[in-house]
């Protein structure tokens, strides 16, 4: 009820803000600076409940982050420590309860199937918490349980979401919100299956056995609450960013390149969350890559426009990139932009495949977002769209720049483009003006 009532008070809030601003134009006070006044209050508000609620709410801001940088800084900072803090320190279930879920799902047996269970998780997310055990056969295992309830909570704050589409609206003109709800609550339905995640943790362990990049645990027994896997030891990429080696950096952040973009050709699925949490570097230098609850199904692959404007984009022809991003609705029909903002917005994610050797820093992300940060009409950031079809690639894209920019990477990422992503050699044919 809590949940709900801060979700559903958003729109009244925002009805008063509205009538205070028709009376301060009415006063005299400058229209433009009355909108302006709306707009980041209301972001402001969006922001501090999306933070302060768990579930649905903290995915669809983890989904719309890179519109972070078309807010002012002091609008999203709170939300973002908020963010950081759910995700670094999910309480964990009491030990009953796990005990409980345990009986539930695998039987008042459940002992049986191991010879050792830690009762402590080993971690915690959103949705789900892992313990270390030791399987019947003696395989170190890891041991997924899902939060009683998690499907259930993550559903509602979707539904309440779904209520929001005018606010995002006032501050996100270009974006088809409720198309972008919809496709996320479909995602975090499939997320919520530990059978479908079983299914694409499987396929990538097969698929990447015995690869001298990476290496996937290999599922052991799963049903739709609890997911059994390999247990694999390795330093985790958040510790890498706190403290690694320069080549230790630069060797995961190329590997994390070249797994993302080689995983649609290999396994025909995108692994969509590219969390620090999900990734660890092996003794042998190899990248280990975990949680497969999110993937993005791509059965022809990565989408070849991408790699066409990309291409096109290098070579300076704004006009057919900006076609080529309204015919995959990018741009909606209503929308003018500027060529000038949307190559300043676009330069983060296409820069490092226009040389041969690129380094990604916190300075080069915080001056590229410098570019778009502010609340004008318009601005390029807030006229764009996010297609539904997109709306997990998107959350790579901007998610794994983060990642590469936390870790300081130095590495040759247009090769790995020239060889995984189709569309961007020259020998590609151009969308047709």
């Known amino acids: ?18 009538a205070v601003g028709l009376g301060k134009r009415i006063g005299g006070k400058p229209a433009e600076l009355v909108a302006q006044e709306i707009q980041q209050r209301t972001a402001d508000q ?7 609620l768990k579930g649905g709410a903290m995915k669809l801001g983890q989904a719309l982050s890179i519109f972070e940088a078309a807010l002012p800084q002091e609008i999203v900072a709170p939300y973002r420590a908020t963010l950081t803090k759910l995700q670094e320190s999910a309480p964990p279930l009491p030990v009953a309860t796990v005990h409980r879920v345990l009986s539930e799902e695998l039987g008042d047996d459940w002992r049986e199937n191991f010879r050792s269970f830690d009762d402590q998780p080993a971690a915690a997310a959103s949705i789900g918490q892992v313990h270390r055990a030791v399987w019947h056969d003696g395989r170190a295992v890891a041991v997924k349980i899902q939060y009683p309830g998690a499907g259930k909570a993550l559903l509602g704050d979707f539904k309440q979401l779904a209520r ?3 606010l995002f609206g006032v501050l996100l003109p270009g974006l088809d919100i409720k198309a972008v709800l919809a ?9 919520l299956d530990y059978l479908r995640e079983a299914e694409a943790q499987h396929a990538f362990a097969l698929e990447f056995k015995g690869d001298p990049d990476f290496c996937v645990p290999d599922v052991i027994a799963a049903n739709e609450h609890i997911l059994v896997t390999e247990w694999m030891e390795g330093t985790p990429l ?9 080549e230790e950096r630069d060797r995961a952040g ?8 080689c995983s649609p050709a290999r396994v025909a699925m995108l692994h969509a969350d590219p969390h620090p949490g999900n990734f660890r570097l092996l003794p042998d230098g190899r990248l280990g890559v975990l949680d497969f609850g999110a993937v993005n199904r791509l059965p022809s692959g990565y989408p070849k426009v991408f790699g066409q404007l990309t291409r096109i984009f290098n070579q300076g022809d704004m006009a057919t990139v900006i076609e080529g991003l309204r015919a995959e609705g990018f741009i909606r029909p209503h929308i003018d932009v500027d060529p000038d903002a949307l190559r300043a917005f676009l330069a983060p994610y296409v820069e490092p495949t226009a040389v041969e050797e690129f380094t990604f820093s916190r300075e080069w992300l915080q001056a590229q977002a410098a570019s778009v940060t502010d609340l004008r009409p318009t601005n390029v950031v807030r006229q764009l769209n996010l297609p539904v079809s997109y709306v997990l690639i998107h959350r790579v894209h901007a998610a794994g720049v983060g990642v590469l920019c936390q870790l300081g990477t130095t590495a040759r990422f247009r090769d790995e483009v020239i060889r995984w992503v189709p569309g961007f050699t020259d020998d590609e044919p151009a969308p047709a003006h």
């Open 46 to 52: 969006i922001f501090k409940v999306l933070g302060e």
């Open 254 to 261: 190329l590997l994390f390149v070249r797994f993302l973009f």
């Open 183 to 191: 496709e996320l609550q479909e995602r975090i339905a499939e997320e």
């Open 164 to 166: 929001l589409g005018k």
């Open 1 to 18: 009820m809590t949940r709900s009532a801060k979700l559903a008070a958003l729109p009244l809030s925002f009805a008063g803000r509205t």
């Open 238 to 246: 958040s510790r890498v960013i706190a403290s690694g080696t320069q």
